[in-house]
C-alpha cells in the first residue's frame, strides 16, 4: 500500500482554488432551466448514475476535454490522479477494468485483455489469466503475457518511476526481494517469480498471502502492459505506446494533448470500449475561470479534472446552462481528524466534544453548500465503498440532533475529559486549500462557544507529507486538529482505510495515519477483510471497521463532498460512474455528430 500520497483514484484530482465568498453565494443557487431543451442539453442531473442521449453516439468526431492541471504522468506506471487513470484507458488496457456502466455497477470488474476474470485457487492465492486472441499493439504486434508481467514489474522501479500505486509490488513482493526489471539480471528482465507467463497467452499470479481485493489492484492502470523495446523509463510518459483504440498523436506538457485512431486496434478483441470519436483532444489552461468559460461557450466538451467548476463558472452554469451540469457524490470523505500524540487528544472525551461542538451547517456551508460542497458527513465510508451506509449510521447526530452543533453534551464531554473550562489548540490547514481555511474559520467560531480556543496554522500546502505526514512534527508543532479528505484508490474499505486507519501503516514521513490509531481489533478486522474472498463477508467487515472508528471519535466528518461537473451539448453516452469516483466515464463518451 502506498502511502506517501495524499491522494489516490478520486484523491489524486486536483481541485481549482475557489474563493470562499464565491462559495457562500454559490451554496443555495438552483435556479436554470432543468430540461435543457433549448440548449441540447440533457437536463440536470441527466448524467448521473444514468446514461444520458446513449442512442445519440455517433462515430466520428474530436472530443474535447480541458483542465487547469496536467496529469502527473502519462505513464501507466507513473499516473496517481484520478483523471489520468480515467482517460488512460483510451490508450492503454489491463487483463481487467471497470465495467462501462452508469453508478455502482461501474465499480464491478469485467474482463479487458483476458478472456474472463481470474480463475483462483489455492484458496485466493493464485489467480490464472488466459488473454484474448487478436489483442495487439499500436504497430500491430500481439500484446503478450510477456508484456503484461513487464508493464507490472515496472511498479518496483520507484527509483526511477516513482509516483504511482504500489498496491500490486506490496501484495506480490511483500518482503521486497525483487529489484526491478532496470535492474533484474534475469537475460529477458523478467525475472520477478510471483509472476509466471508459461506461454504467451497465459499469466499466473501467486500470492504469499491472499488478498480479495487483488483483481482491483490488477485493474489500476498500474497493472497495463508495457512492451520492453518501446520502454523509454522516465520518458514513457511523454509518448506511452498504445494498447487500446487510441495512440498519441502529439504532447506538450501542460499545453495540449492529442489522440488519435490506433489503425491496429480491433474492436472484435476489445469488448469494453466503443471509440467513437475520430480524435480526442485536453487543452490545458492556467486559469479556473479561463477553463469555464470555454465550456459555457461551447469551445470544449468536458473539464478532464472532474473536480466541479470554480465558483464564478459555477454561478452562471446554474443560472444559466443548468441542463449541462451533473451533481455527482464524490468518493472523498472531507474531514478533521485528532491526532492522539497532541494533548488533550490522546482522551477520546475531549475528540468527542469537538464533535459535538462543532456547527456541522456552517461546516457543510464552508465546504460550498449542499449543492458543490456535498451531503452533511456522519461517518467516514464513502458512498461509493461498498459497505457504507450513508446518513443512515450518524453516531453523533451530526446530520440529526447536533447538526448545528450541541454545546451542553460538548461540556459534557469535556468535564467526563477533566477540561470541564475548555482548552486551547491548533488547526493544521494548507495554504492552498481556500474552503480547508473557511472550514477552520467555521469550527474555530463553533468550538469558543464550548471554550475550546483554536488557532489556525495554515502551512505549505505542497509539503504535506513532510509537515502532516510527520507525526513528530505534528506533536512538535501542537496540531490537535488536521483538515484534509480522502477517496478510494479502488472501491472498497481496502482501497480506502488501510492507510487511514491501520496500526502497520504509521510512518515517519508521508503519513496519512494522522490520528495515530494503534486498534488491534481494526488490525484484525483488515487482517480478516483480506482474507475474506465472498462479497457478503467483505461488506460486513467494512461496515464493522466504519463503526469502530467512529466510535474512537477519532475523526469528524464533515461532507460526503458533491461537485458541480459541465458536459457540452454535444456529448452523448454519458454517465458518472463509482469506479472513478462519481467521474463520467470517459471511456466510451460519443458525439452527437461526426462533425
Known amino acids: 500500500m502506498t502511502t506517501q500520497r495524499t491522494s489516490g483514484r478520486a484523491k489524486r484530482t486536483a481541485a481549482a482554488a475557489a474563493v470562499v465568498a464565491a462559495l457562500l453565494t454559490t451554496a443555495a443557487c438552483g435556479g436554470g432551466d432543468d430540461g435543457g431543451s433549448k440548449n441540447g442539453a440533457a437536463g440536470f442531473d441527466a448524467a448521473n448514475n444514468k446514461v444520458a442521449q446513449a442512442s445519440e453516439a455517433k462515430k466520428g468526431g474530436t472530443l474535447r476535454f480541458g483542465s487547469v492541471q ?33 453508478g455502482a ?48 514489474e515496472r511498479v518496483w522501479a520507484q527509483d526511477v518511476l516513482s509516483g504511482g500505486p504500489t498496491y500490486l509490488k506490496e501484495v506480490l513482493d511483500p518482503k521486497g526481494e525483487y529489484k526491478g526489471p532496470y535492474k533484474d539480471k534475469a537475460k529477458d528482465h523478467l525475472g520477478l517469480k510471483s509472476i509466471k507467463t508459461p506461454d504467451d497467452k497465459t499469466i499466473v499470479f501467486h500470492l504469499p498471502q491472499a488478498n480479495s481485493d487483488f483483481e482491483e489492484m490488477l485493474a489500476l492502470t498500474s497493472g497495463s502492459p508495457v512492451r520492453q523495446d518501446k520502454d523509454t523509463k522516465s520518458k514513457y510518459g511523454l509518448h506511452p505506446f498504445s494498447s487500446g483504440p487510441y495512440k498519441f498523436a502529439s504532447y506538450s506538457p501542460g499545453k495540449d494533448l492529442k489522440l488519435v485512431r490506433n489503425a491496429n486496434w480491433k474492436a472484435s478483441s476489445d469488448p469494453v470500449r466503443k471509440a467513437y470519436p475520430d480524435a480526442i483532444t485536453i487543452k490545458f489552461f492556467s486559469n479556473a475561470n479561463d477553463l469555464d468559460q470555454r465550456l459555457i461557450n461551447g469551445d470544449l466538451d468536458i473539464d478532464l479534472a472532474q473536480t466541479g467548476m470554480s465558483p464564478q463558472g459555477r454561478t452562471v452554469a446554474l443560472k444559466k446552462h443548468k441542463g449541462n451540469l451533473d451533481n455527482p457524490v464524490s468518493g472523498y470523505v472531507r474531514y478533521a481528524v485528532f491526532p492522539q500524540s497532541v494533548k488533550p487528544f490522546d482522551n477520546e472525551h475531549c475528540r468527542k466534544a469537538v464533535i459535538y461542538g462543532a456547527d456541522h451547517v456552517s461546516l457543510q456551508t464552508a465546504r460550498g453548500g449542499p449543492v458543490a460542497g456535498g451531503d452533511i458527513g456522519t461517518n467516514m465510508l464513502p458512498p461509493s465503498v461498498p459497505g457504507a451506509e450513508g446518513q443512515k449510521y450518524d453516531p453523533y447526530g451530526i446530520a440529526g440532533a447536533n447538526k448545528s452543533g450541541n454545546v451542553a453534551k460538548a461540556k459534557e464531554e469535556l468535564k ?133 472508528v467512529m466510535e474512537g471519535a477519532y475523526y469528524l466528518p464533515f461532507t ?14 454519458i454517465y458518472t460512474s463509482n469506479g472513478y469516483s462519481g467521474m463520467y466515464d470517459f471511456v466510451n463518451l460519443g458525439l452527437k455528430s461526426s462533425k
Open 560 to 573: 460526503f463532498e458533491k461537485f458541480l461537473n459541465w458536459r457540452s451539448d454535444r456529448v452523448a453516452n
Open 70 to 102: 496536467d496529469a502527473d504522468s502519462w505513464d501507466t506506471t507513473r499516473g496517481y490522479y484520478g483523471f489520468m487513470w480515467n482517460f488512460s484507458r483510451y490508450y492503454s488496457r489491463q487483463l481487467v477494468t471497470n465495467k462501462t456502466e452508469a
Open 416 to 548: 467526563a475529559c477533566g477540561k470541564p473550562k475548555g482548552f486551547s489548540t491548533t488547526i493544521a490547514v494548507r495554504n492552498n486549500k481556500p474552503v480547508e481555511v473557511a472550514t477552520a474559520q467555521s469550527m474555530q467560531a463553533a468550538l469558543k462557544k464550548i471554550g475550546v480556543n483554536v488557532q489556525i496554522d495554515q502551512y505549505d500546502g505542497a509539503q504535506t507529507p513532510g509537515i502532516i505526514g510527520s507525526p513528530s512534527n505534528v506533536k512538535k508543532k501542537g496540531y490537535g486538529i488536521i483538515i484534509m479528505g480522502w477517496g478510494p484508490d479502488f472501491p472498497s474499505v481496502q482501497g480506502y482505510g488501510l492507510p487511514l486507519w491501520n496500526s502497520k501503516y504509521i510512518l515517519e514521513s508521508g503519513n496519512n495515519n494522522y490520528a495515530l490509531i494503534k486498534d488491534k481489533k481494526i488490525d484484525g478486522l483488515f487482517t480478516d477483510y483480506v482474507k475474506t474472498l465472498d462479497d457478503a463477508g467483505k461488506t460486513k467487515i467494512a461496515t464493522e471497521i466504519n463503526h469502530k
Open 105 to 152: 455497477a461501474g465499480a464491478e470488474i469485467t474482463p479487458d485483455l483476458a478472456t474472463g476474470v481470474a480463475k483462483v485457487t489455492d484458496d485466493g492465492k493464485t489467480y490464472t489469466y488466459t488473454l484474448r486472441d487478436g489483442v495487439t499493439w499500436e504497430d500491430g504486434k500481439p500484446i503478450t503475457s510477456k508484456d503484461v508481467k513487464y508493464g507490472i
